[in-house]
């Protein structure tokens, strides 16, 4: 049985506040997405654990959520399932 693993990452880059807004410098907003990125696919693979991957992909999208705008990051995994994961309940 094949299965969909994923995980979410959101990277605030900018607040406003009526008109005030608050960002991040260019170089420091690439060095969260690389921090977020790696802990993104960190997690995604204690996640499968030492369940076969067939494929990995990641979405990097630019969200604006209420006062907040930023990045998002959903990095997901195909796995297969095998048989003690399926009669452990896991």
């Given amino acids: 049985m094949t299965r969909i693993l994923h995980v979410k990452k959101f990277i605030p880059l900018n607040v406003s506040v009526g008109q005030l807004v608050r960002g991040v410098e260019f170089d420091v907003a690439l060095n969260r997405l690389d921090e977020s990125l790696n802990k ?25 959520l209420g006062n907040v705008s930023g990045i998002l990051i959903i990095a997901y995994a195909l796995v297969d ?3 003690e994961t399926r009669k452990g309940g896991g």
């Fill in 40 to 64: 993104a696919l960190n997690e995604l693979s204690s996640i499968a654990g030492s369940r076969n991957i067939r494929q990995v992909g990641i979405n990097i999208s630019n969200v604006s």
């Fill in 81 to 83: 399932e095998d048989d």
